[in-house]
């Protein structure tokens, strides 16, 4: 049973923008906080963002300013707004809620 799918993934332009989404099951959603990761190749994952059940937001020091977390609990999917992309925010964003772990969705940022 699948509990956590990424979405919104692709090529995108130097200074451009993506949307990502994490579709999560209703037990998961309503009860836990939403995080995201990335793995870049070569490296280890990392932490993005973290949105709590109630709306409260943890950012990591390199995306601050540029990416926005946010969730909507009538459809239980969380959201990662990625604005001003610089090639190296290309990497596999990862969503997680209650440690289950989506399957990841390609970011390339790349002119």
């Known amino acids: 049973q699948v509990q956590v799918v990424e979405s919104g993934g692709g090529l995108v332009q130097p200074g451009g923008s993506l949307r990502l989404s994490c579709a999560a099951s209703?037990?998961?959603?309503?009860?836990?906080?939403m995080g995201w990761y990335r793995q870049a190749p070569g490296k280890q994952r990392e932490f993005v963002a973290s949105?709590?059940?109630?709306?409260?937001?943890k950012y990591a020091d390199f995306v601050k300013g540029r990416f926005t977390v946010s969730r909507d609990n009538n459809q239980t999917t969380a959201y990662l707004q990625m604005n001003s992309l610089k090639p190296e925010d290309t990497a596999v964003y990862y969503c997680?809620?209650?440690?289950?772990w989506g399957q990841g969705t390609q970011v390339t940022v790349s002119s």
């Open positions: 997680v809620g209650a440690q289950f």
């Open positions: 209703a037990r998961i959603f309503r009860f836990f906080t």
């Open positions: 949105i709590t059940t109630d709306g409260i937001t």
